[in-house]
């Protein structure tokens, strides 16, 4: 199944959603065995989604949480990579399109599906879950995303906590306090810690397993993913583990003069702003720095005060370049109102060798400033 008539193979099903049904000839034409144009497109994929995961034998894993969830996903892929035959979620293939679209997806021979849940709303989770049915349901973190909508960090907890009520499984920090109380009583919980993480040679060793990452803050996601793998049953590797992040997540990339790009472009909030922002010093390594900062989307009433606290710690970045409204509580050396003007300010003012890091909320697009900057 297929919603994107260019990614047509032949016998694919073409579902028309979002003005889809304008593609309906390019998708026969790509070799489409059937398309469908639904009343409900939702409603649709998600009959469809169900079917498939009714007929399918794999075990399912559902991963959600405020932060780190793509990259969660991306870990335990490469990890069961290594013993399964597993079929993982596309990029952020995380809403009501998306899922569907990673169930469909599994074969006769497919052993783990690792879906990923996004949520905007209340009873989301709870949808989504009904439709995979997963087996185990992981909580990376709860952190302040999606306060405008949400209204409180309990709010939050409790619209995560949906994935525990469906779930025989639940894999939860152990340091999750706002989460406990929405623990479903007789679950089976694993919980796992902040690990302590040794960088050696340009890869990352957490809980005596050696990534292909050198990002600290992907621990407590590197050590959520082998829970999963515990509790699944899969031995753990011996060897190093290569992850391939989705497009736009701590991606790195050599600059003029030795330079070095980190786009991280995909979302932003003040959790991840802050991880991003400690790894940019770490993998300057006496670089100058430079920090391509958009506006963090979402944050309610408190959301010039998370901007004022992301600027005071990018106090030690050289140059911090800001993009959108928000963006200038960062007080930045540097403002632009959108990423296309951010463009041209960037490359004014990073020099080669210089350091770099891209990183803003998904609806301030600063993927193409990365790209301008690596062009």
């Known amino acids: ?8 193979r032949p016998g694919d099903l073409f579902v028309a959603v979002s003005g889809g049904a304008a593609y309906l000839a390019d998708a026969r034409a790509n ?13 649709a994929l998600a009959a469809i989604g169900h079917a498939a995961r009714e007929r399918m034998s794999a075990r399912v894993v559902a991963v ?27 990029d952020g293939y995380n809403n009501e399109v998306g899922l569907p679209l990673t169930l469909c997806r599994a074969e006769r021979d497919t052993d783990v599906v690792v879906t990923e849940m996004g949520m905007r709303a209340p009873g989301q989770i709870r949808a989504l879950a009904e439709v995979a049915q997963p087996g185990i349901g992981v909580i990376t973190a709860i952190a302040p995303v999606h306060l405008e909508l949400l209204g409180s960090i309990e709010n939050i907890a409790r619209a995560k906590a949906e994935l525990l009520e469906l779930v025989h499984i639940g894999v939860i920090p152990e340091d999750a306090p706002e989460l406990e109380p929405f623990v479903p ?21 957490v809980d005596g397993v050696e990534f292909s990452f050198a990002a600290r803050h992907q621990a407590a996601n590197a050590a959520a993913a082998l829970t999963v793998l515990d509790a699944l049953g ?15 997540r701590s991606e790195e990339r050599e600059l003029p003069g030795g330079g070095l790009l980190l786009n991280d472009s995909w979302n932003a909030n003040p959790v991840a702003m ?18 391509v900062l958009g506006e963090m989307a979402e944050l309610g009433a408190d959301a010039r005060r998370y901007h004022e606290e992301i600027g005071r710690a990018a106090g030690t970045v ?12 960062y007080e930045p050396d540097a403002w632009a109102p959108t990423a ?28 193409i400033v990365a790209e301008a900057l690596a062009g």
């Open 340 to 367: 296309a003007e951010a463009v041209a300010l960037a490359r004014d003012l990073v020099r080669p060798g210089d350091a770099v890091l891209v990183k803003g909320s998904r609806s301030v697009g600063l993927e």
């Open 31 to 43: 070799g489409a065995a059937a398309t469908l144009v639904p009343d409900d497109a939702f409603a």
């Open 1 to 8: 199944m297929q919603v994107d008539s260019r990614r047509i």
């Open 234 to 248: 899969y031995p753990r590797p011996d060897g190093p583990v290569e992850v391939s992040f989705s497009r736009w």
């Open 185 to 205: 009583p007789g679950l089976d919980v694993r919980r796992f810690r902040e690990p302590e993480v040794e960088i050696r040679n340009g890869h990352a060793i």
């Open 318 to 329: 050289s140059i911090v370049i800001g993009v959108g409204e928000l963006a200038r509580a």
């Open 64 to 90: 959600t949480g405020s932060v780190g969830k793509t990259s969660t996903k991306d870990i335990l892929a490469a990890l069961l990579r290594q013993r399964a035959k597993v079929v993982a979620a596309e």
């Open 274 to 291: 802050r991880a991003a922002l400690a790894y940019l010093e770490e993998r300057a390594e006496g670089r100058r720095t430079v920090a």
